[in-house]
């Protein structure tokens, strides 16, 4: 067998397509989205060599209809939960043994499909079942998660490449081996590059992956494993299964296997996991690695020397893209008096032309929230700002559920900046904005600090260089991903890694190799070319 140290493709980020009116581009995208939208679909789940159906259909339902027949799914019970283990632990030993190059190739060629064959499916899958438009779902569905294929392996590469210093007579390497047992992918509903990259970037570095999406992205989850097949990734590596979410989690993580938990959701439910996993510490054969991204209330924090256009747009856009669930969506805006009037203006001005409708016109900036428990969330946010004596609304406000779950772009304006809406993880198009006094900057600044339990992204907006310094050093804690004269939105693989701490989760920075540290285990091996044959040292004489 013929042996190299492989040069892997340099990764570069994914070109974004424009998508501009009559290009080949979106109508191309667009014709694919129609052909899927007429079609039944029937989605298995995916164990070891299986394609799993039960006698358990779940409708699919699309945001912006939730009326039309898009055909189901098959649910699993906890049987089908243990057969994912068993068929992830019996695929193990051969994906282990497999040369990091070959499971390089397999995640490459992935990227590549994406990329090609495969890009309007997957845009057009996001679109349906997630309502995102047309630009939503190419920098997401498409872009981040090629990113996420083609930088992964670039940092797998480069973390099996860093190796310790050998001492005169002794050669020292560093083993990165896959962990012991299985490895468990939660992924949300909001990023189909989330739900691909979690269950992925673990496999990459050699581990097996039970994988449980949102029961609301399971179009565009479906539509990855036939993307993983046909890669060529070997049967049980990763299993996609769909189960209930409470019952999944106990039998998960009580088995004595579990290694890792790689999570991205609502922080209740990974802090509920984290105390499972706590309880049953005793039972693993090792003590497993958990990184989880979870939720945010992201600030946009404005100085008097902001330019009030800028503002604007990063509010209009960090607040209202995809309909506000991002988890590093703008939600609060603390903006000084004297620039508020300004920026009002040109928001109402912006707002005025956003349409919102379903992603099949790529004309519509905002779509429908993703289900009626979205769509109810919201109203009672809005309703209760409309009631409230110390809030306001002045922009929006107007929701509707006939066809589809569509709330239109709100924006809060309160007075006390302790008001719900400016602490609550709402996870809709809503923006709340609290006015301050211009010379109370500084107190300002301790209260964004201060309001809310998550620290996920944040940004400062300024043209005076000392207070976004200022700015910069009171809110170190704020935000995992800050933003300087930005939304606090649209973080890049490989250029801004991404994560935060405090109740928004472990800060282990997905798109980064940091992230894939946590998957590996590492073996320092000394080897010594000439033993010693006596025992006495120098000193002894």
């Known amino acids: 067998m013929s042996k190299a140290i492989s040069q892997v493709p340099y990764a570069v980020n994914e070109p974004v397509r424009s998508y501009e009116p009559g290009s080949p581009e979106v109508k191309s995208l667009i014709a694919t989205y129609k052909q899927m939208w007429k079609e039944k679909v029937e989605i298995p789940m995916y164990i070891g060599n299986k394609e799993v ?45 497999l040369g990091w190059e070959q499971r390089a190739s397999i995640f490459l060629k992935a990227a590549e499909l994406v990329a090609g064959p495969y890009r309007d499916r997957l845009n057009a899958a996001t679109m349906i079942g997630q309502g995102k438009n047309v630009m939503q779902a190419e920098i997401d569905s498409a872009c981040e998660f090629i990113d996420f294929l083609r930088f992964n392996v670039e940092f797998m590469t480069e973390m099996y490449a860093e190796q310790p210093v050998s001492s005169e007579g002794i050669w020292n390497r560093s083993e990165y081996r896959p962990l012991e047992g299985f490895c468990f992918a939660v992924t949300p509903f909001n990023f189909t590059a989330i739900a691909g990259n979690l269950p992925s970037c673990m496999a990459m570095m050699g581990n097996v992956v039970v994988w449980k999406p949102s029961m609301s992205q399971v179009y565009s989850a479906q539509v990855i494993m036939e993307i993983f097949k046909e890669a060529g990734l070997p049967d049980g590596v990763i299993n996609l299964i769909y189960t209930d979410g409470a019952q999944t989690a106990e039998k998960v993580l009580s088995h004595p296997d579990f290694a890792g938990l790689h999570f991205t959701g609502s922080t209740s439910v990974f802090q509920g996991m984290w105390k499972m996993i706590g309880d049953n510490i005793h039972k693993y054969k090792t003590y497993p690695r958990i990184v989880g991204e979870t939720g945010g209330k992201d600030f946009v924090m404005v100085h008097p020397s902001a330019d009030a256009a800028a503002v604007a747009t990063a509010l209009v856009r960090g607040a209202f893209e995809y309909q506000g669930q991002k988890c590093s969506a703008a939600s609060r805006a603390y903006m000084p008096k004297s620039l508020w009037e300004e920026v009002k203006t040109i928001m109402g001005k912006q707002l005025e032309t956003v349409k919102m409708g379903s992603p099949e016109d790529p004309s519509n900036f905002v779509n429908a929230v993703i289900h009626r428990g979205s769509f109810e969330k919201c109203k009672k946010y809005i309703d209760a700002a409309r009631e409230a004596s110390d809030s306001k609304i002045i922009f929006g406000g107007n929701y509707d559920d006939k066809t589809g779950y569509f709330v239109e772009p709100t924006v809060i304006e309160v007075e006390n900046p302790n008001y719900v809406s400016m602490c609550e993880e ?8 609290y006015v301050y006094e211009d010379q109370n900057w500084k107190e300002t600044l301790k209260l964004v600090d201060e309001t809310s339990i998550y620290s996920l992204t944040g940004s400062i907006f300024a043209k005076d260089r000392y207070a976004i310094d200022e700015a910069y050093h009171a809110l170190e ?20 890694p991404f994560g935060g701490a405090r109740a928004s989760g472990t800060n282990d920075k997905a798109g980064s190799k940091m992230n894939l540290m946590r998957w590996v285990s590492v073996r320092s091996v000394k080897e010594t070319f000439v033993s010693p044959k006596d025992y006495k040292y120098p000193f002894l004489g």
Not at 426 to 433: A, D, E, K, Q, R
Not at 478 to 496: E, H, R, S
């Open 53 to 97: 159906k039960t006698d358990k259909k779940v409708r699919i339902e699309s945001p912006q209809d939730h009326q039309h027949d898009l055909g189901f799914f098959y649910e699993g019970d906890m049987s089908h939960v243990d057969m994912a283990i068993e068929a992830a632990l019996a695929a193990k030993k051969d994906w282990n043994a």
């Open 426 to 433: 709402i996870f809709g198009p809503i923006l709340s904005v």
């Open 477 to 496: 804690n704020a935000a995992g991903n800050f933003y300087i004269n930005d939304k606090p939105t649209g973080a890049v693989v490989g250029q801004q």
